[in-house]
C-alpha cells in the first residue's frame, strides 16, 4: 500500500480533502482505547499504591479500596458495553431521562438526613455526589435541548434555559464552585459547536458566569469560603502538604508505595490529594507522561467533534465536546489544586480516587465515547 494511502486515514494527518480507508474509518478509536485503558490502569496502580496502607489501619484488606474501584470500574464497563448497542437516535434523545435524574439527585443532595458534604450518604456510606453526576449528564441534556442557530429563538430557548440555569445553580450550591465553573465553559462549548458566532459563546459564558458571581457576592460563606481558604497555603494544612509534596518530587520519583503520603505526610493520599502521592512516587516523568494522555484525549476529542459536525450530527457533536471537557477540566482543576496554583476544591482525579460511584461513571462514559469516536470517524457512514 502506497505510504500515501496508509497516511490518509491517520487520525493526526487527516485531512478533509482526504478520504479514508473504505470500510476501517481513523485510527482514533483504537487511539482513544490505549489511551483511556493506560489512564484507568495507572489509576487503579496508583489508587492501591495509595490505599493499601490506610485499608490496613482500618482492619480491612489490603486490597479493598483497589479492589472496589477494580469492581466499580468493570461494572462501568459492562454497563457501557450494553448502552453501546442503544440506537443512535434514543442516545440523542437520553436527556429526556438524563435531566429529571440528574435534578432529583440534585435535590437529594440538599436533604441533610441522607446528604453530607455534597454527597449522598446511606448508612454512612457514600453513594455519589450529585454535583459530579450533573457534570457527567449535562453533555447530554446540553446536546439535547439546545437549540442550534438557524431554529433558536427567545420563546423556545426559555425553558431549555431554565432547565440549564436551575442544573448550573444547584450544582454550584451543591457540590461548590469548581463545578460551576466546569459547567459554565461546557455550556460556552455547546453552543458555539451548535453553531453560535462568537458574540453568541461569549454571551453563554459570560452571563451564567456573572450570574454565578453574583451569587457568590451575596452568599460568599456558603460559596466563597473554601476558596478563600485555598487562597492561602499554610504550613500544617493538608493543602500545603500537598503543594510541597509535588514541588519536592524526583524527577522519577521515589517508587511505587514508597512515597511520604502513605506514611502520614500526606492528608487523604487515596482521595483528593491522590495526584499529590502519584507526583511523589512517580515523579516529572510520570506527570509529563499524564499529561500527554489528556493531551491525546484533548486531540480526539476535537477531531471527533469536527468529523459530528461534518455529518452533521450536532448532538453527538456536543456531547463528545462535553464528555472531553469534563475529563479533561476535572483533570486539570484536581491537579492544579493539589498543587495549589488554582483554589477549586472538592473535585475528584477522574480514574484515580477511591469513590466507586466516580470509577463506575468515568469507564461507563469511556465506552460511550468510544462509540461516538468510532462511528464519527468512519468516512462510508457520513451524511
Known amino acids: ?11 493526526f494527518t487527516y485531512a478533509a480533502g482526504n478520504k479514508e480507508k473504505e470500510g476501517a474509518g481513523s485510527l482514533s478509536p483504537f487511539t482513544f482505547l490505549c489511551t483511556v485503558l493506560i489512564i484507568a490502569l495507572l489509576g487503579l496502580i496508583v489508587l492501591y499504591s495509595s490505599s493499601y496502607r490506610l485499608a490496613i489501619s482500618q482492619g480491612l484488606e489490603h486490597y479493598w479500596y483497589f479492589f472496589r474501584s477494580f469492581i466499580a470500574a468493570v461494572s462501568g464497563f459492562a454497563v457501557g458495553a450494553i448502552l453501546k448497542l442503544m440506537p443512535m437516535k434514543t442516545m440523542r434523545k437520553s436527556w429526556i431521562v438524563l435531566l429529571p435524574l440528574t435534578l432529583i ?20 456510606i457514600r453513594i455519589i455526589e450529585p454535583a459530579s453526576l450533573s457534570l457527567w449528564t449535562f453533555p447530554f441534556i446540553a446536546g439535547g435541548i439546545i437549540r442550534e442557530r438557524d431554529e433558536a429563538t427567545l420563546r423556545n430557548s426559555l425553558l431549555p434555559g431554565a432547565a440549564i440555569a436551575a442544573i448550573m445553580a444547584a450544582s454550584l450550591f451543591s457540590g461548590g464552585l469548581a463545578w460551576f465553573v466546569m459547567m459554565v465553559m461546557i455550556l460556552a462549548s455547546a453552543v458555539r459547536v451548535k453553531g453560535a458566532g462568537i458574540i453568541g459563546t461569549l454571551l453563554a459564558f459570560i452571563i451564567p458566569a456573572g450570574a454565578g458571581a453574583l451569587l457568590c457576592f451575596l452568599l460568599p460563606g456558603k460559596l466563597l469560603s473554601p476558596v478563600i481558604a485555598s487562597l492561602s497555603l499554610q504550613p500544617g494544612t493538608a493543602l500545603a502538604a500537598s503543594a510541597e509534596t ?20 500526606i492528608q487523604d493520599p487515596a482521595g483528593a490529594f491522590i495526584f499529590a502521592s502519584y507526583a511523589e512516587e512517580l515523579g516529572l516523568i510520570g506527570i509529563l507522561a499524564l499529561l500527554f494522555l489528556i493531551f491525546l484525549v484533548a486531540i480526539l476529542g476535537a477531531r471527533t467533534v469536527s468529523r459530528a459536525k461534518e455529518r452533521g450530527d450536532y448532538v453527538s457533536a456536543v456531547i463528545v465536546s462535553g464528555i472531553v471537557l469534563s475529563v479533561i477540566l ?29 470509577e463506575f461513571i468515568a469507564v461507563m462514559l469511556s465506552v460511550i465515547l468510544y462509540r461516538l469516536i468510532h462511528l464519527m470517524g468512519r468516512e462510508h457512514e457520513k451524511k
Open 105 to 124: 439527585a440534585l435535590a437529594l443532595s440538599f436533604i441533610p438526613q441522607i446528604s453530607h458534604d455534597g454527597w449522598i450518604v446511606i448508612k454512612g
Open 246 to 265: 509535588i514541588r519536592s518530587s524526583q524527577v522519577a520519583g521515589a517508587g511505587l508505595g514508597l512515597g511520604s503520603g502513605l506514611l502520614g505526610g
Open 330 to 358: 476535572r483533570f486539570i482543576i484536581s491537579m492544579a489544586y493539589c498543587a495549589g496554583f488554582l483554589p477549586l476544591p472538592g473535585v475528584l482525579l477522574p480514574f484515580f480516587s477511591y469513590a466507586p460511584s466516580e
Open 1 to 11: 500500500m502506497p505510504k500515501s494511502d496508509i497516511r490518509s486515514y491517520d487520525d
